[in-house]
């Protein structure tokens, strides 16, 4: 989607803020003994209450109004009766429309304890989005996001997961451009328009390369197995600089 006009505007912001105060809600909730579904219950009512419709659930029929992925599981994992368990790394990735609006939102959470290397692990997973949001502005190119976040990533000795790209939204949960890569690629030539709106969701991880698909269809494991964290705004090239719309509030 390119934003034209301030009425698409305020309907990207009103979709992002219900995406991101789905999501805080959920991560404040969580706890040890609760299972993913108890947690995508809660997901899924403050969507309803805020008249949103999960996106994945009704873009591509996945069994679960949000997607909540634990430990070994990197990204789209069902909810279901997995118990989540003190030192847990929980990954809540939130999607939704409403009014013709889509806006995606993620963030991996900690149940403590945990070690300080997971910590760690998610707070440069957080800047590493950061890094890469602030990479978008009209006329830049594309494949500065992944450059500037893979600069990142070597510094501090990570690897990032390649086949797991940021994306076009806004009119719907993928659209142009289908594929942003959150890691250093060559000959990608295409640049940023003003209003363009994508997402930012470097997979940031210690010793993950890909992502495989497991035997349920959906959920998506680290190859080499390794602890990864995700972490996604949805953002808007504007002249002023990168426009995040899923902020709570």
Same mark, same amino acid.
């Given at each position: ?92 990735? *939130? ?84 594929? *942003?890569?959150?890691?250093? *690629? ?64």
């Amino acid at each position: 989607m390119t934003v034209t006009n301030e009425d698409e505007l305020d309907g990207l912001r009103v979709i992002g803020r219900i995406v991101a105060n789905t999501m805080l809600a959920m991560a404040r909730a969580m706890e040890p003994g609760m299972t993913t579904q108890e947690l995508d219950e809660i997901g899924r009512a403050a969507l309803d209450r805020a008249g949103a419709t999960p996106a994945p659930e009704a873009t591509y029929g996945f069994p679960g109004a949000t997607c909540i992925s634990v430990n070994e599981e990197i990204a789209h994992g069902i909810p279901g009766p997995r118990v989540i368990a003190a030192g847990d790394l929980v990954n809540i990735d *939130v999607s939704a429309s409403k009014d013709g609006f889509f806006a995606d939102n993620g963030g991996s959470f900690r149940v403590q304890p945990v070690a300080p290397a997971l910590d760690r692990l998610c707070r440069d997973g957080q800047r590493a989005m950061q890094i890469g949001v602030a990479e978008v502005r009209p006329g830049r190119p594309l494949a500065g996001i992944g450059q500037a976040i893979g600069r990142f990533a070597q510094a501090r000795g990570y690897t990032l997961i390649r086949n797991l790209a940021s994306h076009g939204v806004g009119r719907a949960l993928h659209e142009d451009p289908t594929e *942003v890569p959150t890691w250093p *690629v060559r000959g990608d030539r295409r640049v940023l328009r003003d209003g363009q709106v994508i997402t930012v969701e470097p997979f940031l991880s210690r010793g993950g390369l890909w992502a495989r698909e497991g035997v349920d269809g959906w959920t998506l494991y680290s190859t080499p197995r390794a602890a990864t964290v995700q972490f996604e705004h949805t953002v808007v090239a504007t002249r002023n600089g990168p426009l995040v719309v899923t902020v709570p509030g």
